[in-house]
């Protein structure tokens, strides 16, 4: 059965701050991993990732991938209230029509 | 830019109601997925959908039903509403060959009494 596994839960930081968002996974097949940002409405999209160790960046956010041990990580530099979401991870694998199977979600809180 | 809408942001129904859910999207998509999502499990996918009258159980099926009669639409049906039904609905759709990209819908919240 595909696994994701996100960390923290939640994080409680103030603007200015970095934060690191963890993704492990365990996906037969894989093919993407994908970040979603939610805040109350549609999760958006944010990066899909197929290759291990290429940066994609985003204006303060990046991600990279690691496919030999299995996680990705997000990062927000200059965090600001407006970062303030859920951000979801993701992996499409397996052999349907891109399924994806979701972590629990990141609760990111930021205050001024 | 992809537009994909459902009928409801908010609804309210009693145990043992027969509900629908409906999504629409514009984009000519042959891949539509419905997940719920409650706090602290993420999106879990319920079904989904690669072509017109097609649907494959993901991995909460049990209590939900399926109906894709036309490309654009692919409704959710709760037979019987129970109230651990309450949850976040979801819905998405992805063009087949875009590697796992997948377009939301706003989400409905159902509330089951």
């Known amino acids: 059965e595909d696994k994701v596994v996100q960390s923290p839960l939640s994080l409680v930081v103030h603007e200015g701050d970095t934060v690191t968002l963890n993704c492990s996974y365990e996906v037969t097949n894989f093919r993407s991993l994908l970040w979603y940002k939610q805040e109350k409405k549609a999760p958006t999209f944010l990066f899909m990732l197929t290759s291990s160790g290429i940066e994609k960046k985003s204006g303060r956010l990046s991600s990279i991938l690691d496919k030999k041990e299995l996680f990705s990580i997000l990062n927000i530099t200059a965090t600001q209230t407006g970062d303030s979401a859920i951000y979801l991870c993701a992996v499409a694998g397996g052999t349907s029509y891109g399924k994806l199977t979701f972590g629990q979600g990141t609760i990111l809180t930021v205050h001024p | 830019d992809v537009k994909v809408t459902q009928s409801s942001r908010y609804l309210v129904k009693r145990t043992g109601e027969k509900v629908f859910l409906e999504c629409v999207q514009d984009m000519d998509h042959e891949n539509m997925f419905w997940y719920r999502q409650d706090p602290g499990l993420g999106l879990r996918l319920i079904y989904f959908?690669?072509?017109?009258?097609?649907?494959e159980k993901g991995d909460i099926p049990e209590g939900y039903s399926v109906s894709r009669e036309k490309k654009e639409r692919f409704s959710l049906i709760l037979e019987s509403a129970s109230t651990n039904q309450t949850s976040m609905y979801l819905c998405?759709?992805?063009?087949?060959?875009?590697?796992?990209?997948?377009?939301f819908g706003p989400g409905t919240r159902l509330l089951v009494l």
């Open positions: 959908s690669y072509d017109v009258k097609m649907k």
């Open positions: 998405a759709s992805r063009p087949t060959g875009a590697r796992g990209t997948q377009y």
